[in-house]
């Protein structure tokens, strides 16, 4: 189940809405207007107090209409139970850590760690995790996310770290099977661009 969750979502909308530094009211507001225009998957940094909250606001809205949101910048087990706690359907974290991975497996929680070299690739794949977040993609552009897939080809990239709206279809004319957007989600238009996203999808599928 966890091992194709996020390929499924993304498979109907590959975007991620990062919700950061955000108060839990925006946090609500930005989210749902997300859910509205058809993207699954919103996830908000749980780092502090305040990370915490924004993200039990959120998976309260998430609760309430079936909708769901997960945790980012989940470095450590205490990361994943806080994250757990507050109500996080799925983990996502800027890198690969052999104990958050199994405790995210242990409490059936879809985890979503960055890579950035083949290295990090092969050893994820040892451990099960077969769709991983790309990161930082922006410094390492199309190309990098293109080369990676070759050695790889079951392995789902989600591109994420300064991807935007204007380029996002670059990383998955490039194979990504998804795109994570953060502030440049509430931009004036990102939301129509990322529904063109969807199309060009649903197209190629």
Not at 120 to 147: C, D, H, I, N, Y
Request: hydrophobic share 50%; proline share 7%; aromatic share 6%.
């Amino acid at each position: 189940m966890t091992n194709h969750f996020f390929v499924d979502h993304l498979e109907r909308m590959p975007v991620v809405a990062i919700l950061r530094g955000m108060t839990p009211d925006a946090t609500v507001a930005v989210a749902t207007s997300c859910w509205d225009a058809g993207i699954d998957l919103v996830e908000v940094p749980s780092q502090g107090a305040a990370g915490l909250r924004a993200l039990e606001a959120a998976a309260t809205a998430a609760a309430a209409r079936g909708a769901l949101v997960g945790a980012g910048t989940v470095y450590t087990v205490p990361d994943a139970a806080r994250a757990r706690d507050a109500g996080a359907a799925f983990l996502v974290a800027p890198g690969l850590d052999d104990d958050t991975a199994a405790f995210a497996a242990e409490h059936r929680l879809p985890y979503l760690p960055g890579v950035a070299t083949p290295t990090e690739v092969q050893r994820a794949l040892t451990m099960g995790l077969s769709t991983l977040k790309l990161f930082p993609a922006g410094p390492l552009g199309p190309g990098w996310l293109a080369a990676l897939r070759g050695p790889f080809p079951e392995v789902g990239l989600v591109a994420v770290g300064g991807v935007s709206p204007a380029d996002a279809g670059d990383y998955l004319a490039a194979g990504a099977v998804g795109v994570g957007i953060g502030s440049a989600i509430t931009e004036p238009g990102a939301v129509a661009r990322l529904a063109a996203l969807r199309e060009r999808t649903a197209a190629r599928t």
